[in-house]
């Protein structure tokens, strides 16, 4: 596993009172790899991702208390579907949790999540319509 | 407040252990910047910080649900005190809610927190033993 993440991702409660915050009160841009069910926010070096916590704790296939602080995602892009796999197989065999074994996913990537010891939750992903720079940032 | 984050702090239950799974097992290589309280690993980008999570909570001035996931702070470095004050001032009148004001912390900085509409935790913070690239990125 490269020493890398790419993206932070925050389960919002309303997405687009979220995003007003970001951006019309902090005035940060939205990427243009934005949709209208998920908006990123390019950090230079890592990517904020906002996301409605309910499809989040969906996607993770975690129940989370719904109380108290939103569930935060940290993503490490892989580059192909193999890295995946063995990503997960490696972190498994360091004792880590796999929370959902790899997998095509319905935005058209190959993702899967692994808890670490103490219950963050990290997202494995490969994404064939990103491409990254020098630095293994997204390019988004 | 510029488009950026700094760090990102995963709050742990056994720090040598947690730590053992990023350096040891994942073969990731700490910073320089480490102390025997606190681990740095520069991501390129973005910093991720392991402390322990009882101390977290202690800096946040939090309550903090024990149970499932651990805590996570987001940090933005502000590059002087008087910056973190108009910072958190500007967010408050955002509908942040300010859960630490500003002020002198015991590692030798000045450091407030905020929590954003969904309840994630923000550290705002000058240090004054650190300093910038050219993308703001921090050099530890």
Excluded: C, H
């Amino acid at each position: 596993m490269r020493q890398k993440l790419n993206i932070v991702t925050l389960g919002v409660n309303d997405l687009s009172k979220s995003v007003a915050f970001y951006e019309d009160s902090l005035k940060w841009k939205r990427s243009d790899a934005s949709t209208e069910n998920i908006v990123f926010f390019n950090l230079g070096g890592i990517v904020l991702a906002l996301y409605p916590k309910d499809k989040l704790v969906e996607d993770v296939t975690l129940k989370f208390n719904m109380e108290g602080t939103s569930p935060i995602t940290l993503a490490y892009n892989a580059k192909t579907e193999q890295e995946v796999d063995d990503l997960l197989f490696e972190v498994k065999n360091l004792g880590a949790e796999i929370i959902k074994p790899a997998q095509k996913v319905f935005w058209g990537g190959y993702s899967g999540y692994f808890k670490d010891l103490d219950g963050n939750l990290f997202e494995v992903a490969f994404n064939p319509f990103v491409t990254f720079d020098e630095n293994d940032n997204l390019m988004i």
